[in-house]
Nanobody, 116 residues
């Protein structure tokens, strides 16, 4: 399984970015996909995840600002990030874990920088 992420970049505070991730390979349909992030000097943290049956979860710090969505048929997951803050600056990584074998996969990180 491979995960290909795209969409990071530099944005001013208050701006928006959209991250996308596409999974390819032998993927069980019952899975969870989402995004984690890691800022310099900090531990990796969950941003948002969404299961194939529609159950989702967000970090408290992004609730109301970020929206996760997915296309089960295409094995893609997107993260719409609005009202970005400097503290959202981090490397964002796409994640997939199958409910069948509990194996987790990670995509390469994409840098999001929020700065004026």
């Amino acid at each position: 399984v491979q995960l290909q992420a795209s969409g990071g970049g530099l944005v001013q505070p208050g701006g928006s970015l959209r991250l996308s991730c596409a999974a390819s390979g032998s993927i069980f349909s019952a899975n969870i996909m989402g995004w984690y992030r890691q800022a310099p000097g900090k531990q990796r943290e969950l941003v948002a995840i969404l299961s194939s049956d529609g159950r989702g979860n967000y970090a408290d710090s992004v609730k109301g600002r970020f929206t996760i969505s997915r296309d089960n048929a295409k094995n893609t997951v997107d993260l719409q990030m609005n009202s970005l803050r400097p503290e959202d600056t981090a490397v964002y990584s796409c994640y997939l874990r199958s409910f069948i074998d509990n194996v987790a996969y990670w995509g390469q990180g994409t840098q999001v920088t929020v700065s004026s």
